[in-house]
């Protein structure tokens, strides 16, 4: 592989040539540089112009060096990451608009568009509209599966809201007040429904006797199946990757 030396050091890249290209192009990515010249390009024209992009090379490498070394352990909040979401890993892609604000969309994978102001290191912008992101359709999975078994069953809360805190995954209030865990976002959707559906049982049925589990049984025949997933995997079911900063 051909190599650039700048001062003392020596700067390996990769000569790819094209047929179509119109200039001469330097690409520089973690551990790799690559050095695009024009088909008909002879060796003293593509020294020439990495002689002129010298101290550009070296200055891009230098600060792409130092923002891996800046960067948190783990995860990174950047394109190609993955995004934990009903019980999958979903891909992130992180892009730059001219928008004025943040924002998040999710098409098969999680979009967060960036404005001009969020400069370089973005990953606590990232983090912070994702948490919000997913709170939000947590409450709307969660008002969602309310709705359905309202309508069906008759069973309609006072409220019901998410939170960070709950004593277990969800509770049910004396006036009706329900509260779920929005970290059941991360768990597939059914596990969402169970949580739900058990604390509307809880209105009729306070205890978990067997009036209960039968009425429970009723609303959601299948409810073993997503309570045992919680049983099994609730303690992954964290959102601490999303503190940064």
């Not at 070296?58 to 060096?65: A, F, I, N, Q, R």
């Not at 800046?70 to 892009?95: C, D, E, N, Q, W």
């Not at 608009?97 to 400069?119: C, K, Q």
């Not at 948490?131 to 999975?141: G, K, S, T």
Request: charged share 30%.
């Amino acid at each position: 592989m051909p190599s650039l030396r700048v001062g003392r050091r020596e700067i390996e890249y990769a000569l790819q040539r094209s047929s179509t290209a119109t200039e001469r192009r330097i690409t520089v990515t973690p551990g790799h540089v690559e050095v695009l010249a024009l088909a008909d390009d002879d060796e003293a024209a593509i020294a020439g112009f990495l002689e002129r992009k010298r101290q550009w090379l070296y200055t891009t490498l230098k600060d792409m060096e130092a923002a891996l070394e800046r960067r948190h352990a783990v995860p990174r909040f950047m394109t190609g990451s993955k995004i934990p979401y009903r019980g999958r890993k979903m891909p992130l892609t992180v892009r730059r608009t001219d928008a004025e604000r943040a924002s998040v969309t999710y098409r098969n994978g999680f979009h967060v568009d960036l404005p001009e102001w969020a400069g370089e290191d973005t990953d606590t912008l990232v983090a912070s509209e994702l948490r919000h992101w997913l709170r939000q359709r947590a409450r709307q999975d969660a008002e969602a599966t309310a709705r359905r078994v309202a309508g069906l069953f008759d069973l309609r809360p006072r409220s019901i809201r998410t939170a960070d805190s709950v004593h277990g995954w969800g509770s049910c209030g004396p006036e009706g007040n329900i509260l779920i865990n929005w970290h059941l976002v991360f768990a597939p959707r059914r596990v969402m429904d169970y949580v739900v559906t058990h604390e509307l049982a809880h209105l009729r049925h306070r205890s978990h006797g067997r009036e209960f589990w039968s009425l429970l049984a009723t609303l959601m025949p299948d409810y073993d199946t997503p309570k045992g997933w919680l049983e099994r995997n609730g303690a992954s079911l964290d959102a601490d990757f999303l503190q940064l900063g």
